[in-house]
């Protein structure tokens, strides 16, 4: 069984749902090998973002793995510290996102990484440093294309592209 650390960082530099960007990552670490994964979410709460971000570390997965998830979010470490994890009342308004995750951690035995030693702390401080990284790309390429698509021609070009490729369209609109 591979041995696996989740890093789930904060979501952004904004701390209160009213502002942040909605932004969520998550680093994957196994021996000297690291994954980034990271997605935005702007109307999701700040617990939903933890939650999104755990659920996609988990499927990101490619076979069952021990994983110590790192986060500093006591209501996330309290649903790995019990066995089988169960529901914080903090993530129950989403019962879809919660059977997501569940479904997502089944083949893998998992616990919350508490206390933290210095390495783990080290994947926290990078991980956050992905996000402030990532946070600030989707806020460049969300600014790009607010500004294409005021261009008519660039509006007609991605339509028509979105036409051609459903798949596209389809996970667009999920």
Do not use: N
């Not at 209160?16 to 000297?32: E, K, Q």
């Amino acid at each position: 069984m591979l041995d696996v650390k989740l890093a789930i960082s904060p979501t952004s530099s904004h701390h209160d749902d009213a502002s942040s960007s909605g932004t969520w990552c998550v680093l994957l670490s196994s021996g000297s090998h690291r994954k980034f994964l990271h997605g935005r979410l702007p109307h999701a709460t700040s617990t939903e973002r933890l939650l999104i971000a755990a659920t996609a570390g988990f499927e990101a997965l490619k076979q069952p793995s021990a994983v110590g998830v790192i986060t500093l979010s006591q209501a996330l470490g309290e649903v790995f510290a019990s066995h089988p994890p169960h529901p914080h009342p903090a993530f129950a308004p989403d019962a879809a996102l919660w059977e997501r995750f569940r479904r997502a951690i089944q083949p893998h035995h998992s616990h919350w990484v508490h206390p933290m030693t210095p390495s783990d702390r080290d994947l926290l401080d990078q991980a956050t440093r992905y996000a402030h990284t990532a946070d600030q790309d989707l806020e460049t390429e969300s600014a790009w294309l607010t500004e294409r698509l005021d261009d008519p021609t660039f509006r007609a070009l991605l339509v028509k592209y979105l036409h051609t490729h459903p798949d596209v369209l389809r996970e667009i609109s999920s």
